[in-house]
């Protein structure tokens, strides 16, 4: 019929439209993605051609640190090829300029452990003694702590290796293995001795050979191979004088034990900076020099900076109080066995109660400061956990400016950690005492525990923090357990 052959023809019609509109679709779709294809390809030519351009106008083989850095100026001048990478990657090398040059040809290697701050400690007298021998300071290996198997832990994770390596001259611990040949040469003593599985460690995780032990006699041990290893043990405490006359020797490849604490470093009074440059180091005052060595070697690695800055800003948005209580039983307590320390006598009496009431009174006085209420941050050994909870309870209660973290500093830095804080072998524990550190020094209040190596060393890197665009400015600080032992004998 005329109408169904008239519709018919008006269904072909509109197929045929349809068809031509589908080709034309697919067309236009298939030449953009040919004009992306080739936009993409000609984008990677461009970079391929810069990178390759920078490539070869970088050095390559940038010199270990040491003698041998280029100039701030020079590094400046020197391309660099920006690309995102992991903050827990090992930083960057830098040409670093010491202001401190020491003799190239001599080294010496840090023997440090037990806990990460009394290795820290043990730095400071290194540093110290390699100035004063002239000898160029092998940047170490240091370790986590003895309840987690003292693991290494890479240079980069535990300091600002470039903030030692601009105060003194330093090469790594490659560098220092081809030197040695594979041995040491002397082992360094004063009035203490080690045992011999500090020698095998130190011998396994160097890479170089320590035999051991010694004729009683000689104190030395002649292999059928190789050099004599020889050790220089006065048996007594060596002054700075003694120093250089018992350990001036011609051997280049020297081992010093970390030795008992120098605590001479934690009671300097502020100096000013040392000179860009220093050409006679005996015309600088002691103090001076312990000073800057204290601020070189205190310097925690800039990723740590930088989290504990970003967690500060996030949660307390201002000013805060920084508490540190760690006297905890599965650690501390062997002040009271080995040390006999007279802290022990009251401080497991001490309860959360008595550590916010004293929190509290002696924040009375300073409540005026602080305008828009109290932030307060506890740092407690991670036993302790449910006593520092019990602190916070009884601070909230006490005063309800008190504003303690929202949001804990583990839950922050799980977000801030991605697939390449293990494969650079970060250890979690290690990294949160240490951002905890950080936090402590940036702290305007900080209530530390006395006869703790930990709050010690966050006392000795508040000198550094700028305040007021000063450094070597005194904040605030108090001994908690004193006035949490106070509370608790007055009764309250």
Known sequence: ??????????VISLYKRSIMKMRYLISCVKILIVVLVLTLFLKFCIERSAFTQLSSNRNLNRPSYGQKGLSDKASLLTPVVRKERCIWEPPPKRNVIPKIKLDPTKFLYPGIRSGPNNQMRQLLKIVHVAILLNRTLVVPNFYSHF????????????????RICGLVSCVTLETFQKVCNGTFHNVFLQKQNFPGNFYITTAKDTGLAIRWPWDKTTNKVKSTSGLTVERIFPNKQLSLTEIK???????PCALYPGHADDMSFFYLKPSLPLPDMVEDISKLQED??????????????????????????????????GVHWRYDDSDWARHCTVFKDPTCKNFKRISGKHIATAIHNDLQKSMTKFTQGINIYIAAPPSMLTFAQS????????NSTFHIASQTLKEFVTDKID?????NNWHFGDTLSL????????????YYSKSSTWSKNCQQRRWFVPQNGKLAVMKYEASIFDLSEAVLMSGS
């Open 391 to 398: 602190i916070v309870t009884e601070l909230k209660r006490l």
């Open 288 to 321: 001076d020099l312990k000073f800057a060595i204290m601020e070189a070697v205190g310097a925690l690695p800039q990723v740590i900076d930088d989290i504990a800055l970003a967690y500060s800003q996030k949660v307390f948005k201002g000013d805060y109080v």
């Open 147 to 162: 309840s987690v198997g003292q693991q290494i832990v890479q240079p980069y994770q535990r300091v600002d290796v470039d």
């Open 435 to 446: 951002i905890e550190m950080a936090l402590m020094q940036r702290s305007e209040y900080f």
């Open 245 to 251: 006359e018992y350990f001036n020797v011609p051997k």
């Open 1 to 10: 019929m005329p109408g169904q052959r008239s519709l018919c023809l008006q």
């Open 419 to 423: 697939s390449c804080f293990k494969k």
